[in-house]
C-alpha cells in the first residue's frame, strides 16, 4: 500500500501541505494540566531538540505523497478485497520515510512485531528505513508524538495518565527497551 501510495504524481489540481510532524506538539505539553514543571520542561526541550535534528536530516527518498499517519490500524482489509487506507487527514507531500518509520520502531524499539513481519513490509517496499541514517530521529520525533497524544488525554482519564508518565519514564531513559506501552 505504501509503495503504491509514494509512487502517485504530485496532484494537478490541489497542492499537498506540507507534511508537519510536530504539528500540535507545543499545544499538547502546554495543555496538560497534570504535567509537573520538571516535565512539561524536559518535553519542551526534546521537541526543540528533535525540531533542530529535523532541519539537518540527510538525504533520503525523493519527496512524495505521504499518508502522515501510517501504522497498522489504518489499513482495512475487507472480505478478500484490496486493502485501503483509512484516516487521511494528514495526507500531504514530505518524506516517504515517515510513513515507514512506524513499523519499524515497533520491532527495532518496542519488539510488538516479529522481524520477519518487518521484513516483509521491506521486502515489499524495497526499501529499509532502520537502514537510513535519519532514522532515528524519525523514530524519537514518533515516540515523543505518541506520548503526547497519551498526555493530551490524561487530563480526564486516570489510564491515560498512568500511561503518559510510563512513556515519559521511557523518554527519560528510566525504562530500558523495548519499551512496552499500551494503546490508546
Not at 520477519?116 to 515523543?144: K, M, P, R
Not at 508524538?145 to 521511557?170: G, Q
Request: charged share 25%; proline share 10%; aromatic share 10%.
Amino acid at each position: 500500500m505504501l509503495r503504491k501510495l509514494h509512487a502517485l504524481p504530485a496532484p494537478n489540481d490541489i497542492t499537498l501541505p506540507a507534511l508537519k510532524p510536530f504539528d500540535g506538539m507545543a499545544e499538547r505539553i502546554d495543555d496538560a494540566a497534570f504535567l509537573p514543571p520538571e516535565d512539561r520542561e524536559f518535553l519542551r526541550h526534546r521537541l526543540a531538540q528533535l525540531k533542530e535534528q529535523w532541519r539537518h536530516l540527510p538525504p533520503g527518498l525523493p519527496p512524495c505523497v505521504v499518508h502522515g499517519d501510517a501504522w497498522q490500524g489504518n489499513v482495512a482489509v475487507c472480505d478478500r478485497q484490496q486493502p485501503l487506507l483509512l484516516d487521511l487527514e494528514h495526507v500531504s507531500w514530505g518524506r516517504p520515510e515517515w510513513d515507514l518509520v512506524p513499523l519499524a520502531v515497533d520491532v527495532t524499539r518496542f519488539d510488538r512485531i516479529p522481524e520477519c513481519e518487518y521484513q516483509a513490509l521491506v521486502s515489499a517496499y524495497g526499501y529499509d528505513v532502520t537502514h537510513w541514517a535519519g532514522f532515528d530521529n524519525l523514530a524519537d520525533i514518533s515516540e515523543l508524538r505518541w506520548t503526547l497524544f497519551v498526555t493530551s488525554k490524561s487530563d480526564r482519564n486516570p489510564a491515560a495518565r498512568r500511561e503518559a508518565e510510563h512513556r515519559l519514564r521511557c523518554l527519560r531513559g528510566h525504562v530500558p527497551r523495548p519499551w512496552s506501552w499500551s494503546p490508546f
